[in-house]
């Protein structure tokens, strides 16, 4: 840990799916000593209550209207980030297949993101030594003021590739045009779509290893926060 009395550092990570900007957010702010946020893991809570109340996800209106009823907590340590939606710990379902066949269009109603980013702004900004927070849009809409913005990049098969070898051998081909679908639907939606900040650091992790990449970011953070 690195605290010391240095000011709050906002870290903003974006990027595809697999790109690596979980492993990546996580390890950075506990090698720094912030906080840390996955919003994917809130915009799947989300989509795992409206799949467990049995909401027509094919209905925006339907999903816009009971958007604000879930409570959505997140804790932010990255030794252990945790997820709750009214109390019950939902890590596990919302990793299933399920509810990331059904994430995308979720994520896509303008009231779900207006709620989730509420809570998104609002933990980070009650971070006290700054915060890791990584997505999708957090550097162009979320975040916009971060000290940093990463977009991390990798290739179609590098990220099938890993993503197989974490499944246990699922069908790299399969899992790659399924990551290629979740992309499409994530940067063409209307509200706050998949994209790069102007102002952000593109890194491409694709002939990177996992720590070579750690290493790249927590030396972009450290040069910011001596720079404040
Ligand atoms: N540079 C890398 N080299 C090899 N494997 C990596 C690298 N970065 C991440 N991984 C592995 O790839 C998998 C996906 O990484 P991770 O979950 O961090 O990606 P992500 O961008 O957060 O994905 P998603 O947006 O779908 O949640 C993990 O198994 C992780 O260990
Ligand atoms: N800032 C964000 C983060 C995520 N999403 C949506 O959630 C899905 C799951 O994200 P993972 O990182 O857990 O894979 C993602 O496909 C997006 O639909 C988002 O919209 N904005």
Redesign the pocket.
Same mark, same amino acid.
């Given at each position: 840990m690195e605290n010391g009395a240095a000011k709050p550092v906002i870290v903003a990570i974006d =990027?595809p *799916?697999? !790109? =690596?900007?979980? *492993? !990546?957010s996580k390890a950075v702010a506990a090698q720094l000593g912030l906080s840390y946020l996955d919003t994917?893991a809130q915009y799947r809570a989300i989509t795992w209550w409206m799949v467990s109340n049995g909401i027509d996800i094919e209905d925006p209106s339907a999903i816009a209207a009971v958007a604000g009823k879930p409570e959505i907590v997140s804790g932010t340590d990255p030794a252990n980030p945790t997820i709750t939606v009214d109390g019950t710990d939902v890590a596990g379902p919302i990793r299933t297949q399920e509810v990331t066949s059904q994430v995308s269009a979720v994520s896509a109603v303008p009231e779900v993101r207006a709620r989730i980013t509420e809570l998104q702004r609002s933990l980070a900004t009650s971070a006290e030594y700054g915060i890791v927070v $990584?997505g999708r849009d957090i550097g162009t809409t979320v975040l916009p003021d971060a000290d940093l913005k990463i977009f #991390?990049t990798a290739s179609p098969e590098a990220r099938a590739a &890993? &993503?197989s =070898? $974490?499944l246990k051998g699922a069908d790299v081909h399969s899992t790659r045009e399924a990551l290629i679908k979740r992309d499409a639907a994530d940067s063409s939606r209307k509200t706050s779509p998949l994209a790069k900040a102007d102002d952000a650091v593109e890194v491409d !992790?694709t002939e #990177? !290893? #996992?720590p070579?990449?750690i290493e790249c970011v927590v030396t972009l953070v450290e040069e910011k926060r001596a720079a404040k």
């Open positions: =990027g *799916s697999g !790109t =690596g900007k979980s *492993s !990546t994917g $990584e #991390l &890993r &993503r =070898g $974490e !992790t #990177l !290893t #996992l070579q990449v």
